[in-house]
C-alpha cells in the first residue's frame, strides 16, 4: 500500500464515518495528508485529518479520531490504527501490504515515479542563456545542470517541455566582444570596456586562419568578419561544452531574429495603439508601471534604437505564438528586475501575466583547500565550466550543482566532491547502486536468480524494522517527483537519493540477504532480492532525472 493509496483508504473510511454519523463529509479535504512519523515507534504513517474535519462537523478532534482508527484498524493492510495527541491517528501497515510498494517498483520500471500531473501542459523552458562572449561560467553551468534536471522532472509529470538556449547575437555585448577579438589579433590589449582572457587569442587566431585578410580589410567589414566567425565558435564551443556536460537544447533561438524579421518593430507599434506607450525625453517608454513594474521601461530610447526590453517582449510573443502556456525563464542573481518587467510585458500584450514564471539563480563558487578559487586558466577572469569538470568530473559537477535550492549562494569544496569516500554525496549514492549490481552478480555466481517481478514472491517475510523503512523510504519516491516538479526544485531528488541510500545501507548492514556456506536460498532470500531490486531500479530512475549516471560498478 503506498501513501497516496492509503491516503486514499483513509478519505473512504472517512466518508462512511462522517455518513454513518449524520455527519457532513463534504468537510473533508479532498487529499489527505498522510506522513512518516519521525519515530518510527509511533507507526509507519500518521494523519492530522480528524483535526482538520472535527471543528467544522462538530465534534472533539479525539472522539472523530478515535471512530477513524476504529474503523482503519478493520481494513485490509491495516495491521493498528491509534490515537495520539490531540487527535492524530497513528497507523501500522501489514507487511504484505506494505510490500506492495515493491512490486509496484518492479512493474513499472523505468516509469516508476511519473505522473501525468502536467498532461496537456505545453512548457518553454528557457535556460542558461549565456552571451557568446566567452567560455561558459558557473553562474550559466549551475543553470546547465538545474534547467535540464527541471526539464526532466516536467516531463516526468507528463509536460511537454521545449529547452531553450536564447541566443543572444545582437546587442552592445557583441560588439565589446569583436573589439576585444581584433585587439587581440592585433596583439594589442584589450579595449577599457573588452573582454579579457586567454580564449580570446585562440578565437582571434582562428578566425585569421578562416580569413587571413580580417585584418586588412575596411574596418566596417574587418569588424563584421570577426563578428561572423568569432561569435559563431564562441556559441560552437558553448554548445559543445553543454553537451558534454550533459545538457542538450531542442531550440537555438537567435535574438537576432527579431529584429531582422521585424518583429521587434512589429510589437512596438502593437504597444503604441493599444496605448501602452508614451513618448517622453525622445524616447518611448512602456507603461510598465501600469501592469505591476517598479517603473515605467524605455522601450525605443532617444537614438531610435530598441532597447533590451523590447526583443524581451517580441520574444515572449513569438512563444506564446508558437503554443506555449507556460514560459519559465531561468535568470542569474543580477535579474531580479525582470520578473516584474517580463510580467508586465505579458499584461502589456493583452496576456496572463501568470504565462511568465521567472526562477533566480543565485552565485556559485568554488573553493578548494579552504580558499575560494577565482581565476580560470583559460579564461582569465571568471571559473568555467571546463574549470569544474576537470576538478570533479561531470557526474559530481551535476549533482553538487543540483543538490541545494538555488535561492541561496552555493560554495562548492572541490576537494570534497572529488573524494572517492561516503561523505561525498555523489559517491554515497552511486556506490549504493554500484553494490545492488554487484549483490546482483553475486546471487547469479551462487545460480539464484533475483526476481525481475514480484509474482512469486512473499513480500510479507519483510518485516524487519530496516526492510519497513527502506521500503517506506521508497515508497516517498513519488511524491518527491511531483512536488520537485510543482515547485521547480530538483534537489528535492537529490536529498531523497541520499535518504534512499542511507536507508538501503542501514538494511544491508543489518539484514543478510545471500545464503553462506552450504545454507540454501529460501523465499525470505527471493524476498530481500526483490526489495533490493527496487531499490537499485528507484536509484537509478533518481539519477536519471539528474542526469547523472547509475554505475554498476566503482
Known amino acids: 500500500m503506498t501513501p497516496a493509496a492509503l491516503a486514499d483508504l483513509v478519505r473512504a473510511v472517512a466518508v462512511d464515518v462522517l455518513t454513518s454519523r449524520d455527519l457532513d463529509h463534504a468537510a473533508l479535504p479532498q487529499a489527505v495528508t498522510i506522513e512518516r512519523p519521525r519515530n518510527p515507534e509511533h507507526g509507519d504513517y500518521a494523519t492530522n485529518l480528524a483535526l482538520q474535519v472535527a471543528k467544522k462537523v462538530g465534534v472533539a478532534p479525539r472522539d472523530l479520531a478515535g471512530w477513524l482508527a476504529e474503523a482503519l484498524a478493520g481494513c485490509e493492510g491495516v495491521a493498528e490504527a491509534d490515537v495520539a495527541g490531540p487527535g492524530f491517528i497513528n497507523l501500522r501497515l501489514a507487511a504484505d501490504a506494505q510490500g506492495e510498494i515493491v512490486r509496484q517498483v518492479l512493474d513499472a520500471g523505468e516509469a516508476y515515479g511519473r505522473g501525468d500531473a502536467l498532461a496537456g501542459r505545453r512548457i518553454n523552458l528557457e535556460f542558461v542563456s549565456a552571451n557568446p562572449t566567452g567560455p561558459l561560467h558557473l553562474g550559466g553551468t549551475r543553470w546547465a545542470a538545474v534547467g535540464d534536471a527541471l526539464g526532466r522532472l516536467l516531463t516526468a509529470q507528463g509536460a511537454d517541455v521545449v529547452r531553450e538556449y536564447y541566443f543572444n547575437d545582437a546587442g552592445a555585448q557583441i560588439d565589446r566582444f569583436v573589439r576585444s577579438l581584433i585587439a587581440s589579433a592585433k596583439g594589442e590589449p584589450p579595449p577599457e570596456d573588452g573582454y579579457a582572457g586567454g580564449y580570446l587569442s585562440d578565437v582571434a587566431a582562428e578566425v585569421l586562419r578562416t580569413e587571413p585578410n580580417a585584418l586588412s580589410l575596411p574596418e566596417d567589414q574587418s569588424a563584421e568578419t570577426f563578428r561572423r566567425i568569432g561569435v559563431g565558435l564562441m556559441f560552437d564551443e558553448i554548445k559543445r561544452s553543454l553537451h558534454d556536460f550533459g545538457t542538450d537544447f531542442d531550440v537555438f533561438f537567435h535574438e537576432d531574429s527579431l529584429h531582422s524579421s521585424g518583429q521587434v518593430g512589429e510589437v512596438v507599434e502593437e504597444l503604441k495603439a493599444k496605448g501602452h506607450l508614451y513618448e517622453a525625453d525622445g524616447a518611448w517608454w512602456l507603461r510598465s508601471k501600469e501592469f505591476g513594474d517598479d517603473k515605467d521601461r524605455v522601450v525605443i530610447k532617444s537614438d531610435g534604437d530598441p532597447a533590451y526590453i523590447a526583443g524581451d517582449i517580441a520574444y515572449f510573443r513569438d512563444k506564446r505564438r508558437r503554443g506555449f502556456d507556460l514560459c519559465i525563464y531561468m535568470l542569474g542573481a543580477d535579474h531580479h528586475g525582470y520578473i516584474a518587467r517580463l510580467k508586465a510585458a505579458a499584461a502589456a500584450l493583452d496576456d496572463d501575466p501568470a504565462v511568465v514564471e521567472v526562477l533566480i539563480g543565485q552565485l556559485v563558487n568554488l573553493v578548494s583547500d579552504g580558499k575560494p578559487v577565482r581565476m580560470s586558466k583559460r579564461a582569465g577572469t571568471v571559473v568555467t565550466i571546463e574549470d569544474l569538470v576537470d ?164
Not at 532 to 553: D, I
Open 391 to 554: 576538478a570533479v568530473g561531470v557526474d559530481a559537477a551535476r549533482y553538487a550543482l543540483i543538490r541545494s535550492s538555488v535561492d541561496a549562494t552555493l560554495d562548492i569544496d572541490l576537494d570534497l566532491w572529488s573524494r572517492r569516500t561516503s561523505d561525498n554525496p555523489v559517491f554515497y549514492v552511486q556506490y549504493a547502486h554500484a553494490r545492488l549490481a554487484s549483490l546482483e552478480r553475486n546471487a547469479g555466481e551462487l545460480g539464484i536468480k533475483v526476481p525481475t517481478s514480484a509474482t512469486d514472491v512473499d513480500l510479507g517475510l519483510l518485516t524487519h524494522q530496516r526492510e519497513g523503512e527502506l521500503i517506506r523510504t521508497i515508497g516517498d519516491f513519488p511524491k518527491v517527483v511531483t512536488t520537485g516538479a510543482q515547485l521547480r526544485e530538483p534537489h528535492r531528488v537529490a536529498r531523497y537519493l541520499e535518504e534512499l541510500a542511507s536507508a538501503y545501507h542501514k538494511f544491508y548492514d543489518s539484514c543478510r540477504i545471500l545464503p553462506q556456506g552450504d545454507e540454501e536460498a529460501t523465499p525470505l532470500t527471493t524476498a530481500r532480492l526483490a526489495l533490493c531490486a527496487a531499490v537499485r531500479q528507484l536509484l537509478a530512475n533518481g539519477l536519471a532525472l539528474l542526469g547523472v549516471s547509475a554505475p554498476e560498478r566503482m
